[in-house]
């Protein structure tokens, strides 16, 4: 008879019922379990847990997962393969949900929406390199200086040189920014092919957006803003656990 293998979220689960947490059984692999009435195995917030085993260790992925953890009022715990720890810790650690922070302003990480304009078509840049969306705190056009405000200016840099300037984070919401923002814009006429568009005239056609990214136009994606994701319970948020499962047993790593 083969051993029973139990998966990582399953041993997670055994650990945790040995400190005093009640967690249901059987479980579903795919969605968070929520354990309450134990001992927070870190020291953290004495609220219910959810864990969650996280496959997918991307920005958005994770930061989806404590989200939603947090707005439910419970300390999230994401259930990590080791392969994947320094990629979490990364998004989790000293500049949470960032990129990187640079003389106190913000790097983003870019998600795979796409930027709407309020024209109903997308942005677009002509570039060799993935555009990088970061704050900038210089002087305005008017003269007024922004280094001490709390909405600097939103800034697209790729090739090293800035591709597209937003007053700030709050114009990627809805109806979106204008078009003029961006050098170029797209979006798929009636005859089922991708148009793209600088400020003044339509510059290309193309079968599909895998054709417009081959002649170097680049949809543009949106930067992960964490306040636009985490609305709720950020302190909870902030007190992310990772869970590890190996042969030696779990261990625990909170932020």
Known sequence: MTPHNPSRLEAVLADLRDRGYCCPDPI???????ATGG??????????LSIDRLRAVTPLTITGRIATAAHAGRAPVLVVDEWGLEDVRAV???SFLLRDRVDDRRQFYSIPDRIALSDGRYACVRTDTEPQWREDASTTATGRDRTDTDDPRLLLEADGSIQAVLESTDALTCPGPDPAAFPYRYGRGPD?????FDR???VGRYAGIAAMRANAYRPVAMPLVPEQHVRTGGRLARSATLAVATADGVTYERF
Do not use: F, S
């Open 28 to 34: 579903e692999d795919e969605t968070p379990v929520v």
């Open 39 to 48: 001992d927070h195995p870190t020291g953290g917030p004495d609220v219910a």
């Open 192 to 196: 089922k092919r991708i148009h793209v």
């Open 200 to 202: 003044d005239r339509e």
């Open 92 to 94: 989790l650690g000293e």
